[in-house]
């Protein structure tokens, strides 16, 4: 049953770099298929490669990419990366990997998703760019978004502020108010950005790893509020997502609030049994499915500073998340909105963000 609420959900496989088969990424890459098979239809809307797929992008390693992901049991974008791009062409990321062209746009749960290509213009290596013809058809696609009441997600290899051409428009762009976030890889790291109207993120590599254990994320938009999840290979499931109330440091000026209402993501590989919510130090309240939904569940609850909700499945296996929403006193922080990582929100152990940035664009291996 397709999920009609409204919420759009993906789960997002951070760069691969794949070199060769039995590798450590290759295998991660192997359990995490393995994991998205056994959910429910319609749990999530498509899963995303977010770019640097095969490491020296040769048609051997997107061979063995193309193999791994066949067995996903939901749509799969695919986005070209710097890696991708090293033959200086992305014949093989096409011929081989069967990654579609782009830019293209999609609709889902009324969200116009766009993926972009941000390497093809450039000479390679942190070269990344956005063609003039590329950057109209974003124009385009926002307008059109816009006169149709669709809300705008967008997905790039890179931050906007790492383009060398085409960053200064696009960040016009960005500031309209209907894109509501930016999906990204080449980071290596989780990271969480928000520059007051537009949430980025980015979520930790798969491989070529120098924080933590290898995982996979799950983020979700309810209209226009963002919700995110990273998960480890040796977390079981259910995964929780609240996607209402937002957490403060998630909250845009375009967010809507509905303080009257939780809604949460429960996605898994076994029925769920119970889930519940608890605003401060309240009670546990039961939350149920929204009807004609799937994984969505809802409850009426007072507005607190303080939002858990937790779920258990079948099998007696637990999760939960938090949320922390705004209070009446709640000041932002200064934005300087410019489409780049200086406006993260910091660590966030709760999410596996650590803010160390230890990745070889910045504080990490340079690989």
Known sequence: MPDKTDILSWLHIGDLHITRAG???????????????????????????PGDNADDGTAEQFALVRDAVARLPMALHILPGDHDFKPRTLDAFHGVLGAERLPKSITEQGHRCLF???????????????????????????EQAAADGQDVVMFMHTYPADLRHGAQRLGALLARPHVTCVDMGHTHYNELANDGGTIFMTTRSTGQIEEGPSGFSIAAVDRRGVGWRFKTLDQAWPCVVITHPVDRRLLTRRAETRPFQIRAKVVGDAPIEAVEARVDDGDWMPMTPLPGAVAVWQAAAPQGERVIVRARDAHGRLDQDRVDPAGPDWIPPRRRGDGSDGDRIGAWREKAIFDTQLGPNRNGRKW
């Open 23 to 49: 590798q450590d990424s290759h295998r991660d890459l192997l359990r995490i298929v393995d994991l998205a098979q056994g959910l429910a239809p319609g749990s999530v809307d498509f899963a995303l490669l």
């Open 116 to 142: 972009l290509d941000v390497v093809s213009a450039g000479s390679g290596g942190p070269d990344f760019r956005l063609g003039d013809a590329q950057l109209t058809w974003v124009e385009q696609e926002i």
